[in-house]
């Protein structure tokens, strides 16, 4: 069978690949430390677990769930924006859950874009932007992200580009895989950009509440709700990666829009997990406040290694990553296979984000402080 026309200008996701060569190593019994996927080993709260027990339990647990999710879930959506980013949702009409946001950038750009469209994607940034982009036929415009623009958009640059094409830009606050975080007045911009241009802007949010004392959302921007939509996910902020259970929010008519598409393409989220995702975005504070305690000492001994690497961080990073320049004259690929080969260190070179990454590495603060000594004891021999 011939495959369709799409995949030919789509590639397998680096990691997909990368990771079979990493469990060939370890098969072959090498002591691989993984620093380089993003994937929360710590548990999710206890309240989560209790609630998806108990909704395994409930009359019509069991069945098709509404398209929409359960009011109680875009309820808790709607609690949880406005406790934390001060922005006010309805719970009807304004917001959806997804299974996971990477589901949403997908459903986001069936919804808009038609063969041929424009995507402005920031370059580094999150492979999928691209790859989904030309999924559905649009072509990608790379923005450029810089060190030393703090990682921000150039709007004097972005606005010698021809935009008449472009349909979405995807941001990314606080950014993967920089760590950079957006001020208000960035989000402001994104706004007044999108409006002047008539173009969709989409904040991909998961990294907020991630060693960052002050989480923001794009929708805070006055009018932000007319050009502009918000994923948002789970999987990072309460460690529940594996539970595919994430939100999109923004302006009924932008929602709609969405949902023209999600509701072909499944029949409504397990209500148990709808339920554990409930007791969550319930929380307080107290809880990423636990969990960052953790990924600071985790972070401490990245820096750690780092050092030992030769390898210069980034300032006031967020998330759960740590950004790196790696030594002079070398490339991120061949640092990370060097790091592979020699010392069964497994890391993500800052390539596989987009050329601005060149020279750059990831690493993930998702594995236990013990291995990461391990890892420096390997460096330093």
Request: proline residues 6%; aromatic residues 10%.
């Amino acid at each position: 069978m011939i495959p369709a026309n799409r995949l030919e200008h789509v590639k397998e996701y680096y990691f997909s690949s990368k990771l079979r060569e990493v469990r060939a190593l370890q098969a072959a019994g090498k002591p691989i430390i993984n620093l380089g996927i993003g994937s929360p080993d710590l548990p999710p709260p206890p309240q989560v677990i209790a609630a998806l027990n108990e909704g395994l339990t409930q009359n019509g647990a069991h069945q098709y769930q509404p398209y929409k999710g359960t009011a109680d879930f875009r309820n808790a959506i709607a609690g949880f924006y406005q406790k934390y980013y001060q922005v006010s949702l309805d719970p009807e009409t304004e917001t959806i859950p997804l299974m996971g946001s990477k589901e949403g950038i997908l459903h986001i750009s069936m919804a808009y874009l038609n063969e041929g469209d424009e995507v402005l994607i920031p370059n580094p940034g999150y492979p999928t932007y691209t790859s989904v982009s030309k999924l559905v036929g649009a072509n990608a415009i790379f923005y450029d992200l810089k060190e030393e623009g703090n990682w921000l958009p150039n709007f004097d640059e972005l606005e010698q580009k021809d935009l008449s094409k472009v349909k979405i830009m995807w941001v990314n606050y606080p950014h993967m895989p920089t760590g950079a975080s957006a001020t208000d007045e960035v989000f402001e911009q994104l706004i007044a950009f999108g409006k002047k241009h008539q173009i969709l802007i989409v904040n991909d949010n998961p990294y907020s509440f991630i060693l960052n004392e002050n989480p923001k959302s794009i929708l805070k921007a006055e009018g932000a709700k007319e050009v502009a939509l918000e994923l948002n996910s789970l999987s990072k902020s309460f460690n529940m990666a594996g539970w595919r259970v994430g939100m999109l929010s923004g302006s009924a008519k932008n929602i709609d829009t969405v949902l023209k598409v999600k509701t072909n393409m499944d029949s409504g989220m397990f209500y148990p997990v709808q339920a554990g995702a409930t007791a969550a975005l319930k929380l307080d504070k107290n809880w990423f406040d636990s969990m960052n305690s953790v990924y600071k000492s985790r972070r401490a001994k990245i820096l750690e290694l780092a050092e030992a690497l030769e390898c210069t961080p980034g300032e006031e990073q967020a998330g759960m990553f740590i950004w790196c320049k790696v030594p002079e004259g070398k490339s991120s690929e061949e640092f990370v296979d060097n790091l592979l080969h020699k010392h069964s260190i497994f890391t993500a070179p800052g390539f596989i984000f987009g050329d601005m990454g060149e020279g750059y590495i990831r690493f993930s603060l998702c594995t236990e402080e013990k291995n990461v000594d391990e890892a420096i004891k390997r460096i330093k021999g």
